[in-house]
């Protein structure tokens, strides 16, 4: 594995390799281009390049050049020539030896220092890939391949100087298959578009409570039992009903097929095995491994789960055998243990953990998991692997030879660098890609709060506060897909793209520049969408806020989030074009009206047009979606499965079932209309759960009621509830006038199910 290089060791590679490069002319025939054009779509920037005048003619007569007797730089060759059919749609000829012009040559040249580094030429008559290894090798062909789809390629290949090497060893993406399954299929998909990313480390997260999706073949109830759960919510939707069991593991081949198939693209695999929490599934496979000796379903609820392994040596045996298992599919030299949200709750309370503390001599919990952690971190020492570990780890004593992934923020990285320990950095919510993008309508399930693009590309991997003598111990950073809210392929795509093009770019440039990245980024799109893959647009796409003026009339604002392309809408029901009129500022609509607005640049198109429509009703009514939570203690944007399902999204916070309509419009209103629908309360809180509001029901099913001013003001209408899912209710309301908010909350506390709120009409 790829991963015993540091920060401070790519940098001295780069400058290694600008300086062997130095004394290279540049061919005498061209000159640099101005730094005025559009930048080059590559992405991840490299770490130096120089535009120059002219372009290679990239045709179906091109052959590729390769060096005699080398089947591994073949073997990247026809990778090059498979990406450039695709793009151009014509095959390459390999040809071993001979003159080089007009030829794509590969040079395996011993003289570009650094793992991963490269050079990339390309001239009017020739285009030369240098490197000392084949991963640098390869990155070279994926940057000939941006090269030749940029926009201004044509039928040729913009003649460059590149000297490129990462600024970290460890650029990783971490997939969550053990809440919801991925196919085979789809992880491939996954990887071939990380290895176009320039990403080298696949995490794979495969055990949770909620599913243990990797054969055991000495356990086999494993994935008999534990890789099934019961269908609740979404999940019934894609089982094809509640009473149809939530399943899916990987087969052992199926497994080494995805570390063969990462391999080939310079990608390495990272499995991940949890403990001592986030066992539920394990243990409901095999009670005896628990504390209790009972037996738990599979969890189908998300959040913390008490149930952990029994700190026994039958456990740690157990774990050794699984370890034998996994270290025979995945030859990675990390293996990652979990180690976090492990509530100590069933340790406490058991005599035969307790007795075991004192044999030990540990009177403190978090030590009782700093041993129990340590014991597989030797096994795996023993077996010449290493063991990495969420920053939990750092609460009990660990083998120094541990590495610390850090997502509660970056104090776990700074921590654990300052003591010596590698460090991965991957922070909630920065890089958590369930975490919302945007506040558009248009936004898929997810939680809150907001990460957006630039959040992600503005993270800073070394944190100030870890000591620049141990700044080495940054091996790199990470996004985690956890799926929770990813229920699908589609779903997880939104997720994943663009961000993880932000991620490359921190991980691999040696600085960043917001306002190129998102310049060159619409090229990035149009290769997703040539790969099957729709990202999201949130970045580019328009908002289209409305606030009432004078009756008859409304006032428009729009924006984007990037504040890149020129915004232009119309109001006529036609779709907006380049040619359409221009946004220069909040404008006054008569109504009713439907605004249509998008982001162009360079005459195309950024996002998906989005539009509003406007009349007197739209004014006065709000979806769940544009109120606000009261408490905002633990907010979801839940919805179904598919983006089509005529069922709405919901906003609610679970902690606490109550809504705000700030500056509500109340003259002239005299009734109310209020859609609800109840859902599935399938959440783990843990400690939390003693915070969860109830309020006194006065019906039997419970009421919904809309208060003015604050949550104690006057009541204004009490809806009681049916038993039904989903309903619309209906209420007069007493004469108020002017502008004043609404508390909108249910009576009632969250059981088995809870209600929530579709949106609110005012008449």
């Known amino acids: 594995m790829r991963h015993r290089s540091s920060v401070r060791f790519a940098l001295l590679a780069l400058t290694a390799v600008l300086g062997a490069c130095a004394s290279q002319p540049k061919p005498a025939s061209l000159r640099p281009v101005a730094s005025e054009q559009t930048p080059l779509s590559l992405l991840p920037q490299p770490a130096h390049l120089d535009r120059l005048v002219g372009q290679f003619p990239l045709g179906a007569n091109t052959h590729i050049l390769i060096p005699a007797g080398r089947p591994d730089v073949r073997h990247v060759a026809e990778q090059l020539a498979r990406l450039i059919k695709s793009a151009r749609g014509f095959d390459l000829a390999i040809v071993e030896g001979g003159p080089d012009t007009g030829a794509i040559s590969l040079i395996a040249d011993p003289s570009v220092k650094g793992e991963e580094a490269y050079t990339l030429d390309v001239d009017g008559a020739h285009v030369r890939i240098a490197a000392s290894d084949m991963h640098g090798m390869y ?92 269908a609740v919510g979404p999940d019934a939707q894609l089982t094809g009903g509640s009473d149809k069991p939530y399943c899916g593991f990987y087969t052992q081949a199926q497994a080494r097929d995805i ?82 949200e492990a509530a100590k709750d069933q340790w406490e309370h058991s005599k035969a953990v307790q007795a075991q503390m004192r044999k030990l001599g540990i009177d403190d919990y978090e030590k009782l998991q700093g041993w129990f952690i340590a014991r597989i971190g030797t096994y795996l020492d023993q077996h010449h692997r290493r063991l990495i570990g969420w920053d939990e780890i750092l609460d009990g004593d660990v083998p120094a030879s541990a590495t610390v992934m850090s997502w509660r923020g970056v104090k776990g990285a700074i921590k654990a660098a ?47 506060d870890i000591a620049a003598d141990k700044a080495s111990h940054v091996l790199g950073a990470q996004v ?57 647009d949130s970045a580019y796409a328009v908002r289209v806020d409305v606030a009432p003026t004078v009756p008859g009339k409304a006032r428009v604002t729009l924006a984007n989030q990037s504040g890149y392309g020129t915004i232009r809408y119309t109001t006529d029901g036609s779709a907006p074009m380049p040619q359409s009129t221009g946004y220069e500022g909040p404008f006054e609509v008569a109504i009713p009206v439907t605004v249509r607005a998008n982001a162009f640049a360079n005459g195309f198109g950024l996002a998906g047009p989005r539009e509003r429509a406007i009349d007197a009703a739209s004014l006065a009514r709000r979806t769940s ?42 003259d002239g209103k005299t009734a109310v209309d209020v859609t609800i629908d109840r859902l599935p309360y399938n959440y783990q809180l843990w400690k939390d759960a003693a915070g969860v509001v109830g309020r006194k029901m006065s019906t039997r099913n419970g009421e919904f009621e809309i208060r003015k001013d604050s949550c104690d003001g006057e009541r204004l209408a009490t809806l009681p509830l049916p038993r039904d899912s989903r309903a619309t209710l209906h209420a007069k309301l007493p004469a108020v006038s002017g502008t004043h908010d609404l508390c909108l909350f249910f009576t009632g506390k969250p059981e088995k199910t809870f209600r929530v709120l579709g949106d609110i009409q005012l008449r």
């Not at 060893?169 to 491939?188: C, E, N, P, T, Y």
């Not at 990460?451 to 800073?460: A, G, I, M, N, W």
């Open 259 to 340: 570390v063969v198939y990462a391999a080939d693209r310079h990608i390495v695999v990272v499995p991940e095995i949890e403990m001592p929490g986030h066992a539920q599934a394990a243990i409901a496979a095999y009670p005896e491994l628990g504390v209790t000796g009972k037996k738990p379903n599979v969890s189908t609820d998300w959040g913390v789960n008490t149930w952990l392994y029994s700190p026994d040596e039958k456990t740690i045996a157990f774990l050794q055998n699984v370890m034998d298992e996994v270290m025979d599919v995945f030859p990675s030299t990390y293996i990652h243990v979990g180690g976090d």
């Open 625 to 666: 979606d544009e109120l606000d939570t009261c408490g905002n203690k633990l907010t979801l944007r839940l919805g179904p499965v598919s983006p089509d399902s005529p069922h709405a999204i919901y906003k609610v916070d679970i902690m606490n079932t109550c809504w705000q309509w700030k500056g509500a419009v109340l």
């Open 139 to 230: 990155y070279g062909a994926v940057t000939l391949w941006q090269l030749a789809t940029d926009p201004s390629a044509r039928d040729g290949v913009p003649a460059v100087r590149i000297v490129d090497a990462p600024r970290f060893a460890w650029r990783g993406l971490m997939l969550d298959s053990g809440r919801h399954f991925q196919s085979v299929d789809d992880i491939k998909h996954l990887l071939d578009q990380m290895a176009l990313h320039k990403l080298n480390t696949f995490h794979w997260h495969l055990t949770d409570d909620q599913g243990w999706r990797l054969e055991i073949k000495r356990y086999p109830k494993l994935t008999s039992v534990g890789g099934c759960r019961a």
């Open 418 to 464: 300052n003591q010596g320990h590698d460090v991965v950095l991957a922070p909630s919510p920065t890089l958590y890609t369930d975490y919302l993008q945007s506040d558009l309508p248009s936004e898929q399930p997810g939680r809150p709060q907001i990460q957006t693009l630039r959040s992600v590309y503005d993270f800073e991997p070394v944190p100030a």
């Open 480 to 536: 985690t897909v956890f799926s929770e809210y990813l229920p699908t392929w589609q779903r997880t795509q939104h997720a994943i793209f663009p961000r993880v093009a932000a991620l490359a770019e921190l991980t691999w440039s040696p600085k960043g520049d917001w306002n190129s990245f998102i310049a060159r980024l619409p090229a990035q799109f149009d290769r997703y969408r040539e790969a099957g893959i729709m990202p999201a």
